[in-house]
């Protein structure tokens, strides 16, 4: 038994009558009669009696009918919530942005998202790229902005800033005046970075090594505006993205230019290559293109 077959039963066990129930349900008559007739034949029961232009519901009929309105109610609540999947009239996106980006970028873009599909939910988990990507690769978030480089070979790309990291010292500090700093000249200047699991954390230490020397690191923490706070009271120098940096009082803090070596920040969007991805996170991922035109590059997923 088919969907259109349990329909038509409805239908005529509704009506009463062959001619009415054909003519509601834009087919001929002896269509009707003859999808009535196999279908009997099919379960090996009779469900309609027929009492001259009328028919009536045998008892065999009547569970089908019980049943019958359950069924097509499913079935009508499921092609709806397809519907409205289809139409983005409903869904959830599970995204992970990193404390920088989702306090920088993200509010502006997600208030134009929610503004034209009301109906979707954006569900927002904040934190390191290390954890983010993680929870990406085991499905738990659909996708994530995260510090590249990445696992090209597990993750799609979309490349949405690029931008260089910036030292913060104290506006007393004896380096406040310099527009430019080589990182080798902060060897001896306490360092308040970003948590391990933070990819920012693992980048800057590496570079140090490179330059000669180990960062003494004297607090670690997952928020920037902690890390900036701490800057402005003197207890050791920061390093954040340009982005950051605008939002800076020059009073208090002053933002140096790394120039030996140049830090980049470049975040992107990642998803998991080869994977399904629902209608709403794919219309997220569209919506981010546009809102970031240009970004994507050699990187950006086609």
Known sequence: MEIRHLQYVMELARLRSFTKAAEALHITQP????MIKNLEEELGVELFSRIGKRVELTDAGKVIWNQGQDILQSFNNLTTELSDLTNLNKGTIRIGPP???GSSFFPGVMSRFRERYPGLTLHMVEDGSKKLEKEVAEGHLDMAVVLLPTNEAMF???SIVQEEIR???QAEHPLAERTEVALKELAEEPFILFREDFALHDVITQ???RAGFQPEVLYRSSQWDFIREMA??????????????RTLDPARVRPIRLADPVIPWHLAMIWRKNSY?????????RF???AFPGKGGAEASK
């Open 167 to 169: 030292v913060i010292v």
């Open 232 to 245: 402005a009271a003197g207890l050791g120098l920061a390093l954040l993205p340009e982005t950051i940096c």
């Open 31 to 34: 269509t009707l009669s003859k």
């Open 99 to 101: 404390p920088m980006a």
């Open 288 to 290: 981010i293109q546009d």
């Open 156 to 158: 799609e790309t979309y």
């Open 207 to 209: 570079e140090c090594v």
């Open 277 to 285: 991805q629902s209608i709403a996170a794919r219309e997220w991922i």
